[in-house]
């Protein structure tokens, strides 16, 4: 009777190492997938590019100078950031969690050798990956506007604070809803 156990080292993962995540990283491949990811891409591209272009064209029309035109776009495109991040991906976050429960898996995942706190980030970033590189895909826009509202960082950097702040407790209540 001389069996041996073999004895593994278990893989701890970091909570703060997020793209080492098993969870996040399974979301990142299911919901990153190309012909996925291209549609929601090409729609929020042409979206933000239609606000932009809509509200600078609208604004010269209308004899507003340049920064005027491109203030006008920043507002239509915050709230088209916010659709993004708040609805979308609280609802991604909040309906994922919902399935998962249905489905079993969270049983499945008490079981893997992972802290609480990673687990919570793997399906907080993980579940709304999509959204988030739609906002991404927003920023260019954002940036230009800004660039051309003449618009000091000091006034725009605290506000996308407060967004990104409030996104992450939107995902936090979706998370908690879901379960």
Known sequence: MNTAISLSPQIRHSPWKIWTNPIFRRYCQSRLRFHGLGVTLLIVVLIAGFIVGM???????????????????????????????FVLGTAQVSGGMTAERDEGVIDYQRLIPMTPLAKVFGYLFGLPVREYVAFLATLPFTAWSLWRAQIAWSTWLPLYAVVLTSTLLYHFTGLLTGT
């Open 55 to 85: 509200c600078n064209s609208i604004s010269m029309r209308i004899e507003y100078g340049p920064a005027d035109a491109a203030r006008a776009g920043i507002f239509f495109l915050l709230i088209f950031q916010g659709v993004l991040l």
